[in-house]
Structures are given as C-alpha cells and as structure tokens.
C-alpha cells in the first residue's frame, strides 16, 4: 500500500457478451466474476478501497461500454491504483488495443493490472517480460471473436430466411407468442393505436397533428407501454414521455404491419465494420409471417398518398445529427430539409413548450461548430508532433509514388524489349507484315498509357518533395485533421454535444482526449 496517499484503490471489472447474457436480470456469470475477484482481493490486499464497474451485454471487440469508459475515466483522474479482471478477454478482445493499455497506457498512469487466471500480474516483479503470452492469449481471444461473430450473423441470417422472428424487442403492437418464441401475435390495446395512425393518415391528419393530437389526448407512447410491463427501465426526458412526427412515420411505413417480415435492411462494410443502409430493392421479405394489424390496400393507400421516395432511406445523414440537442427539454433536434434546411425541436410542434428551439439555421451552425472545431483542436493537439507525424505520412506518400513511378519505368522498358524482339521475328520471316503491325501498334499503345501514368506519378513526386521540405501551413494541417470541412467522422472525434438554446446560441461540449 501507498504511504501517505490513502486506501489502496481497487477497481474489479466484469464484462459478460449479450450473447451470454441470461433474460432478466443480471447475469450468473457476472455473480460468479464478481465473486472470483472479491475472493482473490481479500487474499491478496488489506486495507484497501473497493470499486466495481460492470458490463452486462457487451461485446469485448471494442471500448464503447459504459462501465470501462467510466473506469477509463478514473483512470485518467489518477482516482485508480489497480485493476483486477478474471481475463484478458474480459477486459478486451482486440489483442492490438489490450496490448497497449497492458504494455503502454496502465504503466504510465502507474496503474497495476491484474488477470485472475491468467496468473497475470503487472506489479509482480517476477514477470519481467509476459509480452509473448500476453499477445499470444489476446490474439486467441480476438480470434476466438470474430469467429464467433460470424457463427452467430450467420446463424441469424438462416433463421430470418427460414421465416423466424429473431429480434429480442417486437414492433409496437405485437407480442412474442408463448408456445413459439420465434413467432408474432397482435397485442390489442397497441394495435388500436396502430390502426387509429393510419385511419387518421387517410384522413389527412399529418405526422405532427397525429403527434399534437394523441399528446393533448394523453395517449399512451410505446415507451409507456413497455414501462407498464417492466420491459424498460428508461426514464423520459424533462416533461415526461410524447409522441413525436418521426414516431408516427415510423409505425406508417413499417411492413411488419401488413404481416410481412422484413430483413437484411442493412450490411455491414468490411472497412470500420459500420453498419449501411441498402436499398428498399435488396431487402429480404418474409410475406405473410404473422398476423396483420393492417391490410394491404390500406396499406398501400397511405403509401402513395404520403408520397414515399424509393430513395428516402438513402438520404445521406447531416453531420450534426444525433450531436444537435435542444436546451429546453434535451431531446435531439431534426433536421427540416428544403432549400434553407434548419434544425428545429421535435417537442415544440407537437407540445406547447416555449422554451425548445423553434429553428436554428443549419448553415450558421455548421459554420459555428466547423470554426470552434478547428480552434479547439488547435489548441488541444501537440502541433509539433502531428507537424511530425504529417512529414512522415507525406515522406510514405512520397516513397509509394516514387516506387510507382520506377515500376512503370520497368514496364515501359520491357515493352521496349518487346518492340524489338517483334521486329527481329519480321527481319527474319518469322511472322507476316500485318502480324507485325498488330503487335506494334498494341505496344505503341500500350507505351502512350505507361507514358501518362509516369507523367502523373512525377507530378506527384514533386509536389510531395515540396510539402516535405517545408513547414506545413494551417490549412494544411487542418486538411490533415480531417477539418477542412464538417463531416460526420470529425464530428464524431471530437463532439460529444451541441446544446442549442431557444434563443438560438450553441454550447459545445468536447470530449474527453484518450
């Protein structure tokens, strides 16, 4: 224990993947983690201060939990001496990250590391060199989760096309049958809700009068429904819960209404494993799955009488949704598109609340958030070192292109030999005049693609041999960053929100540098 410096801070960690995850309640193996790691702590340590941080239904692929974010964040406080984990692979699977923090990140904070069965201790001073175990056991385990990925999507994607319900949530108005859990059934009192949508919808009610009426009416939301029955523990924002316009769209344009089941909506890109949209025409259906809450001719009158585009899914997303909150109830702002799009608060139009925003123009806030971005990074980042990094990113440039540009060169010198080689064949009567011709005029050709090429690689070249011997402007550097532009992945890096009062002026709030 620390002199002079308090408790001796324990941090126990437990993590269990959703897949593992029991209904209902936390987990067995949570109980049997957290008992593990309380039984080795009172072993091993007296007088110490005891934290516990928990992810119940993660995945270990990546850091996005909240109990190791939260841990992660003491840790950067300083407010943690010690860190204990049945393994590695509940900490992380990803051997790459799991190594840094292991090797790297906890050393420096000073922060010792603990595997219960592993037999992993880094404040051990016997264990001076468990890099090759270390790495060894992580790659089994990320390996193990990729794998195990894959089962599990394509075990997923068989059982959708055989015709079974997989989800763990069902759409507003169903219910799981009990004798079938891969089977649908009408629950009443929410279908009523259903058909009342779209009776309205035919009626010409729009979106936001269906959202102001059923709020002045004080009908039930989904959200209250599953509140009802236990399902959710969500508590709603200031003012309770609404109904909102993208609700009611929402339950207007779902299939699974008519008794269709719909899959495959989405596909993940093999590059940041993000999931993409697909379109409308590539989605998998299930025709007539369960019961309806709503025929088809009905169905489809709504369909064409709202107008829906083929192409609406395919919208590309503003950057600053998701980021853009309203100062008055916290609630998301949406965008309104049109040839001067502004952000406005869902809650205002369809319940009478003066402090939400009204409209915020989207221009003026991409320019506000693009301009504090770019200052905030500035001032935040270590301009010498990425100046650096910069250097050897443009010197990797420079070296590919200068390798092209010699590959091309010996491409060119080998249609040369080619040419030749042709012409000796036809002095010597081995091929005829128009067999010879066709050969020159392919390697001719061939010879004008290679030159073009060259030519642009050695423009390339020089242009990357100035940007190596100067020092980079701050456009440059910016461009660099990724800012000289808004886009979603900046956005992403650095935001964590954008509270817009009802005035109309933005608060930004940073996160935190790993």
Known sequence: MREGKGKYRIALYMRLSREDAKDGGESGSIRTQRMLLRRYVE???????????????YSGTNFNRPGVMQLLSLVR???????????????????IDLGDYIQQIFPFMGVRFISVNDGFDSGDGKQTAPELDLYFKSLLYDLYSKDLSVKVRTSLAARKKRGQYVSANCPFGYKKDPDDRHALMVREEEAAVVRRIFQMTLKGHTSFSIARQFNEEGVKTPAMFRRERGETGRQPKKGGFIWYPAVICRILRSEVYVGDLVYGKTVKESVGG????KPRSEWGRYRNHHEPIIDRRTFDLVQEGRGTAKGRSEEKTHPLTGYAVCGGCGHNLQLHRGSAPYFFCPCRPVSPREECVRKMDAAS???????????????????EEMRLKKRRADQRKLEEWQEQGRELKRKMAGLKM?????????????????AYRETALRIAAEEEFLAGKLAGAQLQVKLLQTKVCREPGTA?????????????????????????????????????LH
């Open 365 to 383: 806030l991409e320019q506000y958030v693009l301009f504090r971005m770019q200052s905030h990074v500035w001032q935040t980042v270590d301009r």
């Open 77 to 95: 406080e300083m407010a943690v001496d010690c860190i204990v984990v049945k393994d590695f692979s509940r900490f992380s699977r990803d051997y």
């Open 274 to 277: 993000k999931n993409r949209p």
């Open 418 to 434: 080619q040419k030749t080689r042709a012409y000796e064949a036809f002095s010597a009567g081995k091929t005829t005049d128009t």
């Open 43 to 57: 072993a091993h340590f007296c007088d110490y201060e005891e934290l516990e941080f928990c992810d119940d239904g």
């Open 476 to 512: 440059e550097m910016l461009e660099y960053f990724g800012l000289s532009s808004l886009t979603g992945e900046s956005v992403s890096e650095w935001v964590e929100r954008i509270v817009v009062s009802c005035e109309g002026s933005p608060g930004i709030q940073w996160k935190v």
